[in-house]
């Protein structure tokens, strides 16, 4: 069971929201409407929410996936992208995608669990992968094609793994020991693991959606957060924050998700050429996140906005010995057979 707080900052963009949203609901009436009328001509049309900004890998991709699956289908298809969280917040997205409002996502796999996914959070096991290969490895073998068919019986199909990156910490104090986490407000995503693992560093928790960390960091809700350096940088959130750790603790990544009742039912040669150009943009993507993450790093350093330390492998040692229970807690809820094919049974691989 999570304790946690949902929502925690006021919603500053809601009126721009839902009128986005009511474009998007009539935008897929009348497509709908085409099609009943028979219409050839009218497109059928892929609504694609996500929470990041469109210069983030992953909204890159998205991009790339648009112009390869219209051009590809010679305009047969329309993928409309609505980005940054314009359409639906973290939750509300998967919620969305289960009940048809919107045909394409792509959240973090820390998120699945209200998909039926609760095995996904192996993933976010404290230092559990060394490096970008042991997580390609993970996902792009067996056990990520296993993990992706569990989405199934809710109605929703996974057809890839994107990357995003290593996670830091930012703060308003300093982190370098496992002390200075003592009853820090931090926001994770929605995940027992991530929630866990704040929980043994003496942390303060609060699950929110993206949307809100920086007002809640803002206002002063919130004393700190966790994510990769790219969405530090696009949501702003080093603007709001004195201090960032280097710390490389956890992996942010995603599953690409469609709604499989429309998928199902798209014609062949559509869905084949969907697949293709889907395939082309992962590659895309995950050739570009390492890189997007370095250099928005760097800028964040450059911008001596924030203080940044790079964690030294003294204080990793302190952290990782912290974290060690959180994976015989999460036995409570990852199958044994996953945390077994990641060799996460009892502590991050040697
Ligand atoms: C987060 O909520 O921090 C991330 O999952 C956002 C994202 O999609 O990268």
Redesign the pocket.
């Known amino acids: 069971m999570i304790h946690t707080r949902h929502h925690i900052a006021t919603q500053p963009n809601a009126a721009r929201r839902t009128l986005t949203r009511w474009i998007a609901a009539g935008i897929a009436v009348a497509a709908l409407m085409g099609h009943d009328a028979a219409n050839a001509q009218t497109p059928i049309v892929i609504q694609f929410s996500?929470?990041?900004t469109p210069d983030?890998a992953?909204g890159k991709a998205a991009l790339r996936f648009k112009e390869l699956a219209e051009s590809r289908t010679s305009g047969k298809v329309r993928v409309e992208i609505y980005p940054n969280s314009q359409l639906y917040k973290?939750r509300e997205e998967l919620d969305a995608l289960r009940l048809g409002a919107v045909q394409m996502i792509?959240?973090?796999l820390?998120?699945l669990s209200g998909l039926g996914g609760g095995d996904f959070e192996v993933f976010d096991l404290p230092f559990l992968f060394k490096d970008r290969s042991a997580f390609r490895a993970a996902v792009d073998g067996p056990v990520g094609a296993s993990l992706l068919k569990k989405l199934e019986p809710h109605g929703v199909k996974g057809l890839a793994y994107w990357d995003?990156g290593f996670k830091v910490f930012s703060a308003n104090r300093p982190l370098q020991s496992v002390a200075d986490f003592k009853a820090l407000k931090v926001r994770v995503?929605a995940s027992r693991v991530l929630v866990t693992q704040m929980k043994a560093l003496g942390a303060q928790v609060s699950v929110s959606?993206?949307a809100n960390?920086y007002e809640a960091l803002r206002s002063g809700q919130l004393d700190g957060q966790e994510?990769?350096p790219t969405?530090i940088e696009t949501q702003r959130l080093h603007d709001v924050q004195r201090h960032l750790t280097v710390s490389n603790h956890g992996y942010?990544a995603?599953a690409v998700l469609v709604n499989k009742p429309f998928w199902d039912k798209l014609p062949p040669d559509i869905r084949i050429a969907l697949e293709g150009a889907l395939q082309d943009a992962s590659v895309f993507e995950n050739s570009i996140a390492s890189s997007e993450n370095s250099k928005a790093l760097d800028r964040i350093k450059s911008s001596g906005k924030l203080t940044v330390h790079t964690a030294t492998p003294q204080e990793l040692n302190q952290w990782r010995a912290a974290l060690l229970p959180v994976y015989k807690e999460a036995q409570g809820w990852i199958s044994v057979e996953t945390l077994r094919s990641l060799n996460a049974l009892d502590g991050p691989p040697l």
């Open positions: 996500h929470v990041v983030t992953k973290d792509a959240p973090s820390s998120k995003n995503q959606p993206l960390v994510n990769t969405n942010l995603y």
